[in-house]
Nanobody, 125 residues
């Protein structure tokens, strides 16, 4: 059974940093497409960053480029999202997602089969 468990969310002031983690189990982590998404009430889930754990490149939403970094530790089957220079508009529930299938745009929620339960990030001004 595939499980994705996020952690690391919290409250921070604008300009601060947080690092989110997503621990994966029950899947061949080294051959997966993984992504971070975020969602606020009443809005669609938005792709933040994506990565191929088998050694591909990374992708970012324009709104977070230069501030967020997606990375992984294959030995720990863990995905990370380092978030720096946080802004109030980054406030959202953050989710990690994964899928083994090729194809599809990294930023589309429909591209991913497996999801974590989310971790809340709140940035105050």
């Amino acid at each position: 059974q595939v499980q994705l468990v996020e952690s690391g969310g919290g409250s921070v002031q604008a300009g601060g940093s947080l690092r989110l983690s997503c621990a994966a189990s029950g899947l061949p982590y080294s051959m997966y497409f993984m992504g971070w998404f975020r969602q606020t009430p009443g809005k669609e889930r938005e792709g933040v960053a994506g990565i191929y754990t088998g050694g591909g490149g990374t992708s970012y939403a324009d709104s977070v480029k230069g501030r967020f970094t997606i990375s992984q530790d294959n030995a720990k089957s863990t995905l990370y999202l380092q978030m720096n220079s946080l802004k109030p508009e980054d406030t959202a529930m953050y989710y990690c997602a994964g899928d083994y299938r090729y194809g599809g745009s990294w930023y589309l929620p429909s591209r991913y089969r497996y999801w974590g339960q989310g971790t809340q990030v709140t940035v105050s001004s």
